[in-house]
């Protein structure tokens, strides 16, 4: 999925070199949807007032991925191509709705669908947006680190202090600087 979610983000390769690299990650049908040959799907009705059915959160607010895995997709509903699959406590921005799907914008600012059910308007989460960031046991820069982690790793956001977030992992907290997560 990595090499399908760089291929998607390089629309500058010519379409042959998609095709071949997408034939290597073994998904030779997938060139004509990562160049938009397929058809666009609908853009979601306008909601005048800008409010959601979602928790009642106005759109542009931040919703939080609830279930252990989810898919995003290319339009809203199940037959849509997956965009890209992520983890709980993956933060989206809310930018539209339609039915029972919400569109979003993610960490690098590309547009997907989510369903409803997967994603929760009241808990608060990050995502780390650098390519690597420690995990610090202390807000601090000189604090030990716990662990590295690599971009797109989500935690459930707790608290603040100064420049540091402070964050969940199974149930024990720590720190990372506020610049390598998303949204701040």
Not at 19 to 25: F, K, V
Not at 137 to 145: D, I, L, S
Request: charged letters at 20%; one cysteine or more.
């Amino acid at each position: 999925m990595h090499v399908v979610r760089w291929i998607c983000r390089a629309p500058h390769l010519p379409a042959g070199l998609v095709a071949a690299l997408l034939a290597i990650a073994g998904l030779p049908g997938l060139s004509q949807s990562v160049y938009g040959q397929s058809p666009v799907p609908t853009p979601a009705k306008s909601n005048p007032q800008g409010v959601s059915a979602v928790q009642g959160q106005p759109l542009g607010q931040q919703l939080c991925v609830k279930a252990a895995r989810a898919n995003l997709r290319a339009g809203p509903g199940q037959k849509h191509r997956i965009t890209w699959e992520v983890n709980r406590h993956m933060p989206l921005l809310q930018v539209a709705k339609d039915g029972e799907w919400i569109k979003v914008r993610d960490v690098d600012g590309d547009l997907h669908w989510i369903s409803e059910k997967l994603v929760s308007g009241t808990e608060d989460c990050v995502t780390v947006r650098a390519e690597k960031a420690n995990i610090r046991k202390a807000p601090n820069g000189k604090a030990e680190t716990w662990f590295t982690v690599e971009k797109y790793t989500s935690f459930r956001r707790v608290g603040q202090k100064d420049n540091w977030v402070k964050i969940e992992y199974e149930g024990e907290t720590m720190w990372v600087a506020q610049p390598l997560v998303w949204p701040t």
